[in-house]
């Protein structure tokens, strides 16, 4: 019986975006939980100015080393068949490499062009999502524009819902360049950062309460994970998700109203419709006290997948172990680049 050929698989890390070193994160547990006896994998190192790595730079990049390389325009190694961008962030989650991969017909892990586009935009999800009926966060929008003009104004606009708030730069993940503001002598300084990081961005009041994050996976049915309770003894901010490992996932939580815990299952699978996202995404949310109103935080087409993350914990306490996400996120792009492939048009006859 002859032993099945590895499938060439190019994974894609690093990148332009300020979630440079997470991505590194990312793929180095990626790495260590594929199958070699099922994957021939090239590594493909994209460097913060956006330059794209050979094999021994990708690998010293992954290292932690200079690549001691510029690197070139975006290419492939030859024979990939699927390509696993482990990017986050703007030109790595955002479309722009998906589309580039759509039009070349090579198989993506995770969601396409449009999805990663409307997940990787906050207010634009926001909008979506809202629309349908599904609950979030009010928000006020504020661009580079309005603040250099008249920076007191912008003030005063970010401040109107209330205080304490969250000002968040709009295309950007990992709470990079967002700042709780609780005295109105702290707005300026917080709307600066967002803006080194994005042209717009939004200011969200807080909402008292717990936060939870529920993980999904495409699939006959789709794979929706338990709510997990977020425990950090501040905010959630980038230092206790990646640096001082301080914030804590409680799953299952034991002391939550199984209506609430149905509730986000629900939703969470609900976006993942909406915004038309496919093979994995994690919805964060926020359970405001007292009420026990659900709202949806901000959904994420390509979480994490340090050895920390909370999506594939989340998936693994569903019963999933980690080998196995990555096993079925092939596959399912795969299947959709199958499907893609075999759909044709209508023939001429049938349009006239």
């Known amino acids: 019986m002859s032993v099945p050929e590895a499938l060439p698989l190019a994974v894609l890390f690093g990148g332009r975006s300020e979630e440079h070193e997470v991505s590194l994160q990312s793929a180095k547990t990626v790495l260590d939980n594929l199958d070699p006896r099922k994957y021939q994998v090239h590594l493909v190192g994209i460097t913060r100015e956006g330059g794209w790595l050979g094999p021994e730079a990708s690998q010293r990049l992954l290292e932690g080393k200079d690549p001691a390389e510029a690197g070139s325009a975006p290419y492939l190694p030859a024979g990939t068949r699927c390509v696993f961008p482990v990017l986050h962030g703007p030109h790595g989650e955002d479309g722009l490499i998906q589309g580039w991969l759509e039009l070349q017909g090579v198989p993506v892990v995770g969601s396409g062009s449009v999805g990663s586009h409307l997940a990787m935009d906050k207010i634009l999800s926001k909008l979506v999502l809202r629309y349908q009926g599904l609950s979030v966060p009010s928000w006020t929008e504020i661009t580079r524009e309005q603040f250099q003009a008249n920076p007191e104004e912008a003030i005063q606009r970010a401040i109107a819902r209330g205080l304490p708030c969250f000002v968040k730069p709009n295309r950007l993940g990992s709470s990079v360049g967002i700042s709780r503001v609780a005295e109105e002598d702290q707005m300026a300084a917080a709307l600066a950062l967002a803006l080194q990081h994005?042209?717009?961005?939004?200011?969200?009041?807080?909402?008292?309460?717990?936060?939870?994050?529920?993980?999904?996976?495409?699939?006959?049915?789709?794979?929706?994970?338990?709510?997990?309770?977020?425990?950090?003894?501040?905010?959630?901010?980038?230092?206790?998700?990646?640096?001082?490992?301080?914030?804590?996932?409680?799953?299952?939580?034991?002391?939550?109203?199984?209506?609430?815990?149905?509730?986000?299952?629900?939703?969470?699978?609900?976006a993942f419709r909406l915004l038309r996202l496919s093979g994995l995404a994690r919805v964060d949310f926020r359970v405001k006290d007292h009420s026990g109103q659900v709202f949806i935080n901000e959904v994420n087409s390509l979480p994490g997948f340090t050895s920390i993350s909370m999506y594939p914990r989340l998936m693994e306490l569903a019963g999933v172990p980690l080998p196995a996400q990555l096993d079925r996120l092939v596959q399912l792009a795969l299947r959709k680049q199958l499907a893609a492939a075999t759909q044709s048009a209508p023939p001429q006859a049938a349009l006239l």
């Open 198 to 270: 994005d042209d717009r961005l939004l200011v969200e009041p807080e909402v008292p309460g717990r936060e939870f994050e529920v993980a999904v996976m495409e699939g006959e049915p789709l794979l929706v994970s338990e709510p997990g309770e977020i425990i950090s003894e501040q905010w959630y901010d980038y230092e206790s998700k990646y640096q001082n490992q301080s914030a804590r996932l409680v799953a299952p939580v034991e002391n939550l109203h199984q209506s609430a815990r149905s509730k986000m299952m629900r939703m969470a699978a609900e």
